[in-house]
């Protein structure tokens, strides 16, 4: 009898793990559509794993990152979130199968904030031009 509740206990931890994932990514597209992008993609979770010397000692650790593809003005645009943080940022643009990096992004933008930064004449990531198409939507 104790085997099978453990199983039990076991299958149901699985099952809130995989919706609390699950949730935190639809909490995550709600708020990229609450920040005015109309299509954001479908979300992934990717962990990273992190380690850092204390003293002697090696401590680990990883966070879930939820990643969204929104399309903006012809250009394809990845953010990410911090698992259960408050907050996102963008990671890279996607350029042609290419993803340059876009350092110094401002975070936490809505879609009026990000068109405006494209009309802008600030430093852009490489192949910016290629995709973007100021009269699209």
């Known amino acids: ?17 995989l919706t609390a994932c699950s949730g935190n ?4 597209v709600a708020e990229l559509k609450a920040a005015g992008f109309a299509n954001p993609g479908e979300p992934s ?3 990273e794993k992190k380690s850092k010397k204390v003293g002697k000692r090696t401590v680990k650790s990883s966070e879930k990152v939820i990643e969204v593809v929104v399309r903006v ?6 953010f990410e979130k911090v698992s259960g ?3 996102y940022w963008l990671d890279e643009l996607h350029v042609g ?10 975070e936490n933008l809505n879609r009026d ?4 930064l494209f009309a802008d004449r600030s430093a852009k990531p490489e192949g910016f031009q290629g995709c973007y198409k100021p009269d699209e939507a």
Not at 25 to 28: A, I, N, P, S
């Open 25 to 28: 990514e639809d909490k995550f």
């Open 85 to 87: 943080q408050s907050g």
């Open 113 to 116: 904030q990000v068109v405006k």
């Open 45 to 47: 979770t990717e962990k």
């Open 73 to 78: 003005k012809g250009c394809d645009l990845e």
């Open 1 to 17: 009898m104790g085997r099978r509740t453990g199983s039990v206990l076991l299958v149901l931890g699985c099952v809130a793990a």
């Open 97 to 106: 199968g290419r993803e340059p990096d876009w350092p110094g992004y401002p």
